[in-house]
């Protein structure tokens, strides 16, 4: 791998870690606030909405400055929401804030490796990415855990911090300086010397060339399929990690602390998985992988039965003074295996994306209309989702519901690609 390749990876495992601790200690900063359980998506979606609005613009932004640059303000920005959360604002709000820096960062992180690597490395690249991302998601969310538990309120309690009141608030001061640690590392990122035309001050032509990037990457027989998948996948990811808390706290009976610590398990599963894909999947055989997506899915529809009555009371593990229950413990290898699955599945079709995006069209623009779509259906699940809440039907149908859903479209997906074949030599699009 080139210079600085190494940095970049740092640099997304420190944010990373910020991200996922930040999904925790904001969660209990609305228990502080005391609000209602369906405004917990309201949060991702107050989140999200920046990637949706601004997608026709963040392209341009990532392609305007070095990568580099867009990366640490991102962090920044992120920072800044987190120190909007402790003076007082309304977490959704500040946490829209936090997304105005995600939806920035995203096109250069990823847009990034295209410029520093070659086609054949890319696979190798995301894995190493995602595998930060998983060993970040992992750390962060235990950490996370950790910050909101009842131990770090009684410290608080007695400590007398100004402006730390509760374990949230920690939690979350604690998030703000990992992210400013984030921007100081991304400060050392090499130049990839890439360059494009600034057209920030042109904001009409910024929305019709997205509008036009839009139709390339969906009428582009190789493109629309990765597009598919990884828009359905990143929705049902996001919307799954909400789940996951609150199927451990129905099913199995954790606070959000331990719940945390179980939702980073599947971290696991997601750097083998990511492994495994480096490993074994060449960029010619990226849409092999399509038959995984139904799995997932099917996964997901299994772990909506797992609850703890399905073992006998007092079943379980010492280990030294602790006692381990079976049906945690069980708990395990169903986090690992959809994890695991989750891994293998997107590496090579964000690879194949990035390099099909970055031949049609340039790297932000093609991440941007990545996020974009990505992002639309985080919105619509996670939407269904606060209205399923609110209808009051049980975490274990809501799980089925989206499984369901997870395999019908990636059946369709396989469907649509089996088409695709036959009218074009996609392996020949590989090596444009």
Same mark, same amino acid.
């Given at each position: 791998m080139k210079k600085g390749f190494y940095t970049i990876i740092a640099a997304q495992f420190v944010s990373s870690l910020a991200d996922n601790a930040l999904l925790i200690a904001a969660i209990a900063m609305l228990a502080v606030v005391h609000s209602a359980p369906w405004v917990t998506p309201l949060l991702q979606i107050f989140f999200t909405v920046s990637y949706v609005v601004l997608a026709?613009?963040?392209?341009? *932004?990532?392609?305007?400055?070095?990568? !580099?640059?867009?990366? *640490?303000?991102?962090?920044?920005?992120?920072?800044?929401?987190?120190?909007?959360?402790?003076?007082g604002v309304h977490p959704m709000i500040a946490y829209?804030? /936090?997304?105005?820096?995600?939806?920035?960062?995203?096109?250069?992180?990823?847009? +990034?490796?295209?410029?520093? #690597?070659?086609?054949?490395?890319?696979?190798?690249?995301?894995?190493?990415?995602?595998? &930060?991302?998983?060993?970040?998601? +992992?750390?962060?969310?235990?950490?996370?855990?950790?910050?909101?538990?009842?131990?770090?309120? !009684?410290? /608080?309690? %007695?400590? %007398? /911090?100004?402006?730390?009141?509760?374990?949230? %608030?920690?939690?979350?001061?604690?998030?703000?300086? +990992?992210?400013?640690?984030?921007?100081?590392?991304? /400060? *050392?990122?090499?130049?990839?010397? &890439? !360059?494009?035309?600034? #057209?920030?001050?042109?904001?009409? !032509?910024?929305v019709h060339d997205f509008s036009h990037c839009f139709k390339v990457l969906w009428s582009d027989k190789l493109a629309q399929i990765a597009l598919w998948v990884t828009t359905l996948l990143w929705g049902a990811a996001v919307t799954l990690q909400l789940l996951v808390l609150k199927w451990a706290d129905a099913n199995l009976g954790l606070s959000l602390s331990k719940a945390a610590v179980l939702q980073g398990v599947t971290g696991v599963g997601i750097a083998l998985g990511a492994a495994a894909a480096s490993a074994w999947i060449a960029l010619r055989q990226s849409l092999k992988v399509l038959p995984v997506g139904v799995l997932i899915g099917a996964v997901a529809v299994a772990m909506a039965f797992y609850n703890k009555d399905l073992f006998p009371a007092g079943a379980g593990v010492h280990v030294g003074s602790l006692f381990m229950p079976a049906y945690i413990l069980m708990a395990y290898p169903l986090m690992i295996a959809l994890g695991g699955l989750s891994g293998f599945f997107i590496v090579p079709m964000n690879a194949i994306l990035q390099h099909r995006g970055a031949t049609l069209l340039s790297a932000g623009h093609s991440i941007a209309v990545q996020n974009f779509n990505q992002n639309l259906a985080v919105l619509a699940m996670l939407g269904s989702y606060a209205l399923l809440l609110t209808g009051k039907v049980p975490v274990q149908w809501i799980i089925v519901i989206f499984g369901v859903f997870v395999c019908g479209m990636m059946a369709l997906a396989m469907r649509r690609h089996t088409r695709n074949e036959r009218e074009v030599d996609l392996g020949a699009l590989v090596e444009e």
């Amino acid at each position: 791998m080139k210079k600085g390749f190494y940095t970049i990876i740092a640099a997304q495992f420190v944010s990373s870690l910020a991200d996922n601790a930040l999904l925790i200690a904001a969660i209990a900063m609305l228990a502080v606030v005391h609000s209602a359980p369906w405004v917990t998506p309201l949060l991702q979606i107050f989140f999200t909405v920046s990637y949706v609005v601004l997608a026709p613009f963040v392209g341009a *932004f990532a392609d305007a400055l070095q990568k !580099r640059h867009v990366m *640490f303000i991102s962090n920044a920005l992120k920072a800044g929401g987190c120190a909007l959360m402790i003076a007082g604002v309304h977490p959704m709000i500040a946490y829209g804030v /936090v997304g105005l820096g995600a939806a920035a960062y995203s096109p250069a992180k990823y847009g +990034i490796l295209t410029e520093l #690597l070659p086609a054949e490395k890319l696979i190798t690249a995301n894995a190493w990415l995602e595998s &930060a991302t998983v060993g970040s998601t +992992i750390l962060g969310t235990v950490i996370g855990g950790a910050l909101v538990s009842q131990v770090v309120g !009684r410290w /608080v309690e %007695h400590a %007398h /911090v100004p402006l730390v009141s509760s374990a949230a %608030h920690a939690a979350m001061f604690a998030v703000m300086v +990992i992210y400013a640690s984030a921007a100081v590392i991304n /400060v *050392f990122i090499p130049d990839t010397g &890439a !360059r494009y035309p600034n #057209l920030l001050t042109q904001p009409t !032509r910024l929305v019709h060339d997205f509008s036009h990037c839009f139709k390339v990457l969906w009428s582009d027989k190789l493109a629309q399929i990765a597009l598919w998948v990884t828009t359905l996948l990143w929705g049902a990811a996001v919307t799954l990690q909400l789940l996951v808390l609150k199927w451990a706290d129905a099913n199995l009976g954790l606070s959000l602390s331990k719940a945390a610590v179980l939702q980073g398990v599947t971290g696991v599963g997601i750097a083998l998985g990511a492994a495994a894909a480096s490993a074994w999947i060449a960029l010619r055989q990226s849409l092999k992988v399509l038959p995984v997506g139904v799995l997932i899915g099917a996964v997901a529809v299994a772990m909506a039965f797992y609850n703890k009555d399905l073992f006998p009371a007092g079943a379980g593990v010492h280990v030294g003074s602790l006692f381990m229950p079976a049906y945690i413990l069980m708990a395990y290898p169903l986090m690992i295996a959809l994890g695991g699955l989750s891994g293998f599945f997107i590496v090579p079709m964000n690879a194949i994306l990035q390099h099909r995006g970055a031949t049609l069209l340039s790297a932000g623009h093609s991440i941007a209309v990545q996020n974009f779509n990505q992002n639309l259906a985080v919105l619509a699940m996670l939407g269904s989702y606060a209205l399923l809440l609110t209808g009051k039907v049980p975490v274990q149908w809501i799980i089925v519901i989206f499984g369901v859903f997870v395999c019908g479209m990636m059946a369709l997906a396989m469907r649509r690609h089996t088409r695709n074949e036959r009218e074009v030599d996609l392996g020949a699009l590989v090596e444009e």
